[in-house]
């Protein structure tokens, strides 16, 4: 399953697409996904990474009002 490719790779984890340097987790979080969010954050995903723009997952959070991912990230 998800979790536990992620655990097993965890530099799959906090892998960034090209151009806009968006992680899974950022991804996850201006989707408004809790779910995948809290399984990227327990498999190791870098909450304070941030993208090319400088922001990091709960920025985008913030900026697009998702507060049930604030919440996970706090």
């Known amino acids: 399953d998800l979790s536990s490719y992620l655990r097993e790779s965890s530099h799959a984890v906090n ?32 909450v304070e990474r941030v ?8 920025m985008v959070s913030v900026s697009v009002i998702k507060s049930n991912i604030i919440n996970i990230l706090m």
């Not at 996904?33 to 870098?46: C, I, R």
């Not at 993208?51 to 709960?58: H, K, T």
Request: glycine content about 12%; hydrophobic content about 40%.
């Open 15 to 46: 892998e960034a697409s090209a151009g806009s340097g968006d992680t899974a987790l950022i991804v996850a979080c201006r989707k408004g996904h809790p779910e995948a969010a809290s399984t990227l954050l327990a498999s190791g995903a870098d």
């Open 51 to 58: 993208n090319e723009a400088g922001w990091n997952a709960l």
